[in-house]
C-alpha cells in the first residue's frame, strides 16, 4: 500500500508539516501553484527572548499572480547573515545549537535563486537529518495537470502516482469526498496532529513555531517520536 501526501512547499515549516510528511511513502511538493502574499511559503515563527519572533526569507517580482515554481529569491548576502544572527541569538545557548545552525547554515546557503528549488532542497535535507524514510519528488509540473482544480487535480496526481492511500491534514476534511476517492479505488484519510510540548528552556510553552524550535531543543530521535504524536482519521 503506497500512501502519498501533497503539500505546498514553506520553509522550515511547523512540526505538524513533518508529521504528514513521517506519515507517506511518498511527498509530493505542489510547487506550480500560485504563491500567496503573507502566508508561510517564505516565511515561520521562531523564540526570541521568550516570544514569537516571524524571520523571512526576501523574494524578486513575488506575486499572488505568479506560481511559486517562477519566483526567485532575493540574491543578496544580507539577508542570509541576518538569519543566522537572529538564529544565534534566539538559540544560542539551546542544547542543540551546533548541530542544528550547520544544518540551517547549509539551507540559506544553497546556491540556486529559485524559490522552488531552495524550498525543496530544505524539506529534503530536514528529512535526511530526522532520517525519515520518505520520497520527495521533485517538483509537481511533472503531472501537466494544470487546468484541473481541487479535488480533480490531487485524485489525478494519486492516480498518475500509483498511490493506494491519499492523506491530508484534517483541515482539509470539507474539502473532499472520499466516495470520490474510493471510487477511484484511494483511500481517503486525514492527518490530525496530537498535542506537541517540549522544554523550551523556559516556563510557559510557546505552540506551532518553526521547526528550528522543535530541533533547537530535541535531538532527532526525540523529534521522530515527536513526529508520531498524531491520529489518522
Not at 47 to 76: K, M, W, Y
Request: contains cysteine; glycine residues 6%; hydrophobic residues 40%.
Amino acid at each position: 500500500m503506497t500512501a502519498i501526501a501533497i503539500m505546498q512547499p514553506y520553509f522550515l515549516p511547523y512540526i505538524g508539516y513533518f508529521q504528514l510528511m513521517a506519515a507517506v511513502d511518498k511527498f509530493v511538493v505542489f510547487d506550480d501553484v500560485n504563491f500567496i502574499n503573507r502566508g508561510w511559503v517564505n516565511r515561520n515563527r521562531l523564540l526570541l527572548n521568550g516570544a514569537p519572533h516571524t524571520f523571512t526569507v526576501p523574494l524578486r517580482g513575488a506575486s499572488q499572480n505568479r506560481l511559486i515554481c517562477d519566483i526567485e529569491l532575493a540574491d543578496e548576502r544580507s539577508w542570509r547573515d541576518k538569519l543566522m544572527r537572529t538564529l544565534r541569538q534566539a538559540y544560542g545557548h539551546a542544547p542543540c545549537y551546533t548541530q542544528v545552525s550547520i544544518l540551517i547554515e547549509r539551507l540559506v546557503n544553497f546556491p540556486s535563486i529559485r524559490l522552488d528549488e531552495f524550498l525543496l532542497n530544505s524539506l529534503r535535507e530536514m528529512a535526511d537529518y530526522l532520517t525519515l524514510e520518505v520520497e520527495i519528488v521533485s517538483t509537481s509540473r511533472i503531472y501537466q495537470n494544470m487546468h484541473l482544480k481541487g479535488q480533480d487535480r490531487i485524485l489525478d496526481i494519486c492516480l498518475q502516482e500509483r498511490a493506494d492511500i491519499y492523506v491530508n491534514p484534517v483541515g482539509g476534511v470539507d474539502l473532499y469526498d472520499r466516495a470520490g476517492f474510493l471510487k477511484q479505488g484511494i483511500q481517503l484519510k486525514f492527518l490530525r496532529p496530537g498535542t506537541v510540548s517540549y522544554n523550551q528552556g523556559k516556563s510557559e510553552y510557546v505552540p506551532s513555531l518553526s521547526i528550528l524550535d522543535v530541533l533547537m531543543f530535541n535531538q532527532p530521535a526525540a523529534v521522530r517520536r515527536l513526529l508520531g504524536e498524531r491520529d489518522m482519521l
